[in-house]
């Protein structure tokens, strides 16, 4: 009878040990917080790199230093909102793609976006506007290779257009209570479509034709993910630059505005995500019929460039400016980065900046013209500046 119960006792242990054995590898391989990292406008504009250290008009003496902060924090992936290059020629896309690798040794993915600069090369579209070196570099944007580092679920509007695909595109993250969706536009000239608006940008794809797939990424109540985000490179309404995100103008297309800002509002979307200022700047942004709103978040230069906001009074802004309103002041000629905490409900973004600050842009770059280290950039020495966030139930 006692070796009967023994072996019955063995059995059982066995058993609740192959049930608990396969609950763990059922399990996310990890759950709970899980942070990401945004980075902005990356392009080398100093005329001159004495240090040799930003090849091809990419700014990777910049880039090397938030690569190392965003391991530090131990994100999962970094976003970078456009402007990759200075010219957007395809061994520029290369140089930036390059710059990359830490992160992907490190095990953190690296989602980047075309900004204006991308499509640059001389003469006009003999790249094809950096798409195939864009979709060369950076395949992980249409779900493919071995550097998604869990990033899972991709979609473009390849029905839209073929060109799109990879350029426009969204992908989730996380597990199923700590989840989010990254929907990540792109609006610039394709070779099937090219439309030179008077501020002298090409624009490609309209957020009004891509509208219909932009609300079913967003769709809540289908999308499967508690949080969603979107990110362009253009601001919905800036502070220096005075295009927009809407094929001009920030007076232009209203009735595309008001359906975009309508499928963030509706869908739950907190905050749009986006770069070209070269400044940091936070402020809810009303659509042209007052009847939606979203936060905008503007990221903080990673170039040789800064930018000064224009007055409100400038007849560019066509009167629209009284429709932003900033959450936070501006942080102008500084360089920065984010990270976000996506926690179950909540979102927090802490926002990181050098603590020197005043550098100035371009020819001066970083601390005035004629100087010894002008062209060269410091250590720079990241503090946190600001931190906000919100929560799905309550405040």
Not at 108 to 116: D, H, L, T, V
Not at 157 to 162: K, L, R
Not at 202 to 218: E, N, V
Not at 368 to 384: H, Q
Request: include cysteine.
């Amino acid at each position: 009878m006692m070796q009967v119960l023994q072996r019955r006792l063995c059995r059982a242990r066995t058993i609740a040990l192959a049930v608990a054995l396969s609950v763990l590898l059922a399990a996310p391989a990890w759950a709970g917080p899980w942070k990401f990292g945004i980075m902005s406008d990356t392009q080398w504009t100093a005329p001159t790199d004495p240090a040799g250290k930003n090849p091809n008009g990419v700014a990777v003496s910049i880039i090397e230093q938030i690569n190392r902060k965003f391991i530090e924090a131990g994100v999962k992936f970094v976003i970078q909102v456009g402007d990759l290059t200075e010219k957007g020629n395809d061994a520029d896309v290369a140089t930036r793609a390059a710059a990359a690798e830490p992160l992907y040794h490190a095990g953190i993915g690296f989602f980047p976006m075309r900004g204006n600069h991308e499509y640059y090369a001389k003469p006009e579209g003999v790249n094809q506007f950096a798409i195939p070196a864009f979709r060369k570099n950076f395949p992980q944007t249409r779900g493919k290779g071995n550097r998604l580092f869990g990033a899972r679920n991709f979609s473009s509007p390849s029905s839209v257009s073929p060109d799109l695909d990879g350029m426009t595109y969204s992908f989730d993250y996380g597990p199923g209570g700590d989840s989010a969706r990254f929907v990540i536009l792109d609006n610039w000239g394709t070779p099937s479509k090219r439309l030179k608006h008077e501020n002298r940008y090409l624009y490609g794809y309209s957020i009004g034709d891509q509208q219909a797939w932009i609300s079913s990424r967003l769709g809540k109540k289908k999308r499967g993910t508690v949080h969603a985000f979107v990110l362009s490179h253009q601001n919905l309404i800036g502070e220096n630059h005075q295009d927009s995100l809407f094929t001009g103008y920030i007076n232009d297309n209203p009735s595309m505005q008001n359906a975009f800002f309508a499928s963030l509002q509706g869908n739950g979307v907190r905050y749009y995500i986006s770069g070209h200022d070269h400044l940091h700047q936070r402020a809810m942004i009303t659509s042209p019929d007052g009847a939606s709103k979203v936060e905008q978040l503007i990221c903080a230069s990673n170039s040789s460039k800064f930018y000064t906001p224009k007055p409100a009074s400038d007849p560019k802004w066509f009167g629209q400016k009284n429709r932003s309103s900033l959450a936070s002041p501006l942080e102008l000629y500084t360089i920065g980065y984010y990270i976000v905490t996506v926690d179950g409900i909540r979102v927090t973004v802490d926002f990181y900046s050098d603590d020197h600050g005043n550098w100035n842009s371009d020819g001066n770059y970083p601390n005035g013209a004629g100087l010894p280290d002008t062209g060269i950039t410091p250590t720079l020495n990241f503090v946190k500046k600001e931190t906000w966030g919100y929560t799905l139930e309550g405040k």
